[in-house]
């Protein structure tokens, strides 16, 4: 003879089972379709942008890669290189940027007046360096390439050797 106490824990078991499968089929899509939402590509925000010539750049300027290839969401201003975060959310960022040939090239990710990350450039050549971070930011939030302690220039040409990219992740 089962006891209250194992009724009660049966009970709560099949609750929860019960409960667990309708949520999985809802996630699946063999439930209600109401119950399921697949974004649209223009719900997150992402960009890319490359710099189609060389720039000469004076100390903390902004790095403005000056063409798109992608900007949902409208969050990056080529006119000032700067990314605005159009949701808040974790976001992903890339840069690939290249130092003029024998000259040092010292360069930062901003995330709104924070120093986040550092690439150092130097030696004979050429030569190319990375940024890859995930931050979190609120809607506003401006995220750019700036110059480092003295004045530099970063190269670039037709083969569009520097980018910057920056993505939503999860809201």
Known sequence: MATAKEDCDQK???ALFDDLLQMMLKVKGSGSSSHVRFPKKKDFP???AYRSSSQS????EVVKFDKIWTNNGDGYDPSSGVFTAPLAGLYHFA???M???DAT???SLYHNNAQISSSYLSDKGFKTGTFDV???LNKGDKVSIRSGHKS???YSASSNYCTFSGHLIAI
């Open 12 to 14: 709560l078991e099949n």
């Open 46 to 48: 992402a960009f890319t």
């Open 57 to 60: 750049l004076s100390v903390n």
């Open 95 to 97: 840069a690939v940027v």
């Open 99 to 101: 130092s003029v040939s």
């Open 105 to 107: 090239l010292y360069l």
């Open 134 to 136: 995930a931050l979190t």
């Open 152 to 154: 530099q220039s970063i």
